[in-house]
């Protein structure tokens, strides 16, 4: 009596979560779209003047759009897709088959991978398109990275949510959380343009710190602190999400 | 197919209690299901048929007694590699199609994804291999289903209400490939509310109500436990004053007749008659599983 290979079932997981946003795109529309809209918009009208770091703006535009881009992917898709799996009795039926259920937690991650890097390639589509080359391959792959490894508190605070409330109300949620938050860290806006009590608040929030450690690929500014947090804000999301595991009822 | 490994039984469930919150499901059950063996689990809506399952299968946590399969813990999950279970309330991703479910269960069980093609055409969906499961109708849904439980090599089939849905011919197809895999080794615990097909297929019956077994044995065993005729009839009386008639027990409509079980039969028929000049259509037969179960699960509630 062997246990399935973990490798084989991780891979018909992500295969599973891979065609579920290729067949039915309309979950992911907003997390994608909303930012690429915005960051043509925002590199058509600014892209080639200087922002206040030195770099172009559609240079510092990649790094944050980048960053609302990849974590809207990355905090809805998974947690809302296991709650979604959660009550339509898809996760009960997973969990009296003889593969663990954290192979199938683990595979909603990194098949939500890929959506975040199209977006990723989409924003550096448009900024080559409407500007031209601002940033260099090598940060531009440093930046990716980050963006990427980054995104794995939210994550899993998307599954902390998703395990315990239905696939409407774990939207809903989410997004009030996503929202303000991506807002505050300046995000769309330069915090320079917003008044001086968001700029106050904005390093209070996970997402200033990946969108800064992003723009710090390509200014070589300094990373460890926002490093620091992301591992904090990692250590106290997935802790939520382990807690939220232990009481998951299917 | 399912080989016996060793002399355990396929399921073991000993002293089982379980409670939500202070509802009790289940009241001290005992039962076993060997090799080879098929076993089904009949009893009115919330008798706890489900929950049993569910501790069989390790979604649900034993809170008193046991439970084994093949002599190890179902919570673990390299035990389930030995389960093919079907669910009472299925839930598909839409988006998947019936190879892509039948090819991942066969995955999720350890077994390459190859196996898929066999357990389509053992169930008799391989033309619906291509078809998104949110095109499926419910029958066919119920076969996939199927054909998911089988694709693992399972040596226990737990099958909960898996044949709602399925019209006649589907039924006799789905009891004749569960039936195969018995024959070849597997022990099968099953549930339906369809009394007549659990007869056809079981070897053994247990009969749950309100948490406790209130009677267990062979289908015939059981009819046996039950001294009780079947009279049916047309007549003109109405249901509750039939039920009145001295020896009649209990009464049900079957179409435009009136069925009614009874140890005295004769004395039931000399009142009946007397009562109702016109009665026509009368048949008297020995009680069917269906009957012996009514009867069992009334006493059981009367003397609950
Ligand atoms: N998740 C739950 N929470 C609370 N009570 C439950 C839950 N599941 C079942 N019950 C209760 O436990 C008892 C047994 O339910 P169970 O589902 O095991 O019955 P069943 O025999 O499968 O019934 P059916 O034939 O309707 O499927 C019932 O009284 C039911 O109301
Ligand atoms: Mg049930």
New binding site residues.
């Given amino acids: 009596m062997t246990a399935p290979g973990a490798g084989a079932v991780l891979g018909v997981e992500v295969a599973e979560g891979l065609r579920g946003v290729i067949r039915e795109p309309a979950a992911l529309f907003f997390s994608v779209v909303v930012p690429v809209l915005f960051f043509t918009m925002f590199t058509a009208l600014f892209g080639s003047m200087p922002s206040p770091n030195g770099l172009p703006v559609a240079a510092s535009m990649l790094a944050t759009f980048g960053a609302f881009g990849v974590v809207s992917v990355m905090q809805l898709n998974p947690g809302i897709s296991v709650a979604s799996d959660r009550e339509s009795g898809w996760l009960r039926m997973k969990k009296v088959s003889a593969a663990p259920v954290w192979i199938t937690i683990a595979g909603k991650v990194l098949a939500a991978l890929p959506y975040a890097l199209a977006v990723l390639a989409a924003l550096t589509a448009v900024a080559l398109a409407v500007v031209g080359p601002v940033i260099g391959v090598g940060p531009w792959l440093r930046l990716v990275v980050v963006l990427l490894l980054g995104s794995l508190p939210f994550a899993c605070l998307g599954l902390a949510v998703g395990f315990l409330a239905s696939a409407n109300a774990t939207t809903a949620i989410l997004n009030a959380i996503l929202f303000p938050m991506v807002i505050a860290s300046g995000l769309w806006i330069p915090l320079e343009a917003m008044p001086a009590w968001v700029g106050g608040i904005a390093p209070f929030l996970p997402t200033y710190h990946l969108a800064q450690l992003a723009l710090a690929q390509l200014t070589g500014a300094p990373a460890a602190a926002h490093v620091l947090v992301l591992l904090a804000a990692t250590v106290v999301t997935g802790g939520l999400a382990g807690w939220a595991y232990r009481n998951l009822r299917v | 197919m399912g080989v016996t490994r060793d002399g355990e039984p396929a399921l073991r469930a000993t002293g089982i209690e379980h409670a939500?919150?202070d509802?009790p499901?289940l009241r001290g059950v005992d039962l076993e299901v060997a090799p080879g063996e098929c076993v089904a689990l009949l009893?009115p809506?919330?008798?706890?048929?489900?929950?049993l399952i569910g501790l069989a299968t390790g979604l649900l946590a034993v809170q008193t007694g046991r439970v084994a399969v093949k002599g190890r813990d179902p919570r673990r999950a390299a035990t389930r590699r030995l389960l093919g279970v079907v669910q009472?309330q299925l839930g598909f991703p839409r988006t998947l199609t019936v190879a892509e479910l039948v090819r991942g269960a066969a995955v999720r069980a350890g077994r390459p994804a190859t196996a898929a093609l066999g357990a389509l055409a053992e169930v008799g969906i391989t033309e619906l291999a291509d078809r998104r499961s949110a095109k499926l109708s419910g029958g066919q849904q119920q076969r996939v289903a199927l054909a998911m439980a089988l694709v693992g090599d399972p040596q226990l089939l737990l099958l909960d209400?898996p044949t709602v849905g399925l019209d006649v011919t589907a039924r006799r197809e789905f009891w004749q490939t569960v039936a195969a895999r018995r024959d070849a080794g597997a022990g099968v615990l099953l549930?339906t509310?369809v009394v007549e097909e659990a007869a056809a297929v079981a070897d053994q019956v247990v009969v749950?109500h309100e948490g406790r077994v209130i009677a267990a044995g062979s289908p015939a065993e059981l009819i046996a436990l039950l001294p009780d005729r079947t009279v049916t009839a047309r007549t003109t009386l109405p249901a509750c004053a039939v039920a009145d008639l001295p020896a009649a027990l209990s009464v049900s409509n079957d179409g435009e007749l009136l069925r009614v079980s009874s140890t005295a039969p004769e004395e039931l028929l000399r009142a009946w008659l007397a009562a109702d000049p016109w009665l026509s259509d009368l048949r008297v037969e020995g009680a069917g599983l269906e009957q012996a179960l009514v009867v069992l699960t009334e006493r059981a509630g009367v003397f609950a």
């Fill in positions: 939500y919150g509802v499901a009893g809506n919330g008798a706890g048929k489900t929950t009472q209400e549930t509310h749950l």
